[in-house]
């Protein structure tokens, strides 16, 4: 996850330190080529199989006969993954012809229109407290991370209710959030009125999008939001919450899913706020 760099410090001083080993994986459908992707390699199998799903080109995890992963076989010391689906991909050609690069880091992309799904969208009946919200944030804070160590990189995270269930980084964030989507896959778990998505990047219409097709309804960045983000959370009736960290936090969207206590914003027990 991480390589050892020598560099010189503000006094003129050489040290070693940590920074994120990034890779390439070239992703192959049906030994059709699709896209490279720039990740940590951490669960590569899992950013795949979210990959596929968020770009919408599969369905069905059950359409996906295997994914196989070599870091030796690409050209230039890339990865590949290697896909094979059971039917192969409808109209792959045509599906994958208009990309849209995102704002996500390392470029994120989405095959199609990115409307083209919104008003089939139906997210759950779910809401938040401000203390639940704190308890997020503290969990994140206490989480050993990548960031902590060499920097430079994404994390995001699935809650239910205040229980992280999976804690992912890469170098952009749009890897993490599909690899969370994979994983819910692979161990059949949908999102539900419990369910909590976070972030520490910007959220775009790419990161709300993907949010909204997992089901998830209350979005937690530690970053804002840009306008397309907020425009589609606004009409998905999303909950964006931003800007948060320790006690604070801008509520973006759907502020009816935010159950608000004011008072905890001053209330601290040994530095966290009292739930």
């Known amino acids: 996850m991480t390589r050892q760099v020598d560099v010189v410090n503000a006094q003129g001083v050489h040290e070693q330190v940590s920074i994120p080993a990034e890779r390439a994986l070239t992703v192959y459908v049906d030994k059709r080529e699709i896209v490279t992707l720039m990740t940590l390699g951490a669960h590569p199998e899992l950013l795949v199989l979210g990959y596929l799903r968020n770009?919408?080109?599969?369905?069905?995890?059950?359409?996906?006969?295997?994914?196989?992963?070599?870091?030796?076989?690409?050209?230039?010391?890339a990865g590949v993954a290697a896909v094979k689906t059971y039917q192969g991909i409808a109209d792959i050609q045509a599906r994958t012809e208009k990309?849209?690069?995102?704002?996500?880091?390392?470029?994120?992309?989405?095959?199609?229109?990115?409307?083209?799904?919104?008003?089939?969208?139906?997210?759950?009946?779910?809401?938040?407290?401000?203390?639940?919200?704190?308890?997020?944030?503290?969990?994140?804070?206490?989480q050993e991370s990548t960031y902590k160590s060499a920097?430079?990189?994404?994390?995001?995270?699935?809650?239910?209710?205040?229980?992280?269930?999976?804690?992912?980084?890469?170098?952009?964030?749009?890897?993490?959030?599909?690899?969370?989507?994979?994983?819910?896959?692979?161990?059949?778990?949908?999102?539900?009125?419990?369910s909590i998505f976070y972030t520490t990047g910007r959220l775009t219409s790419e990161m709300v999008m993907k949010s909204a097709q997992m089901g998830v309804a209350?979005?937690?960045?530690?970053?804002?939001?840009?306008?397309?983000?907020?425009?589609?959370?606004?009409?998905?009736?999303?909950?964006?919450?931003?800007?948060?960290?320790?006690?604070?936090f801008l509520c973006y969207t759907a502020a009816e899913r935010l159950q608000l206590d004011p008072a905890l914003a001053k209330a601290t027990v040994h530095g966290v706020a009292a739930a």
């Open 99 to 142: 990309r849209v690069v995102t704002t996500g880091c390392g470029q994120g992309s989405v095959f199609g229109d990115l409307m083209d799904e919104i008003d089939t969208l139906a997210l759950p009946d779910a809401h938040i407290s401000q203390a639940r919200l704190y308890g997020v944030l503290n969990a994140i804070r206490l």
């Open 55 to 77: 770009q919408r080109l599969v369905s069905q995890v059950s359409e996906v006969a295997s994914i196989t992963v070599d870091w030796d076989a690409g050209e230039g010391g």
């Open 218 to 248: 209350v979005v937690v960045s530690r970053s804002g939001i840009t306008q397309m983000g907020y425009d589609l959370a606004a009409r998905l009736q999303l909950c964006t919450v931003g800007r948060a960290m320790n006690k604070h």
């Open 151 to 194: 920097g430079s990189v994404h994390g995001c995270a699935l809650f239910s209710g205040e229980d992280m269930q999976i804690f992912v980084e890469d170098v952009g964030r749009h890897n993490a959030i599909d690899t969370i989507a994979g994983w819910m896959w692979m161990h059949g778990v949908s999102a539900d009125a419990d």
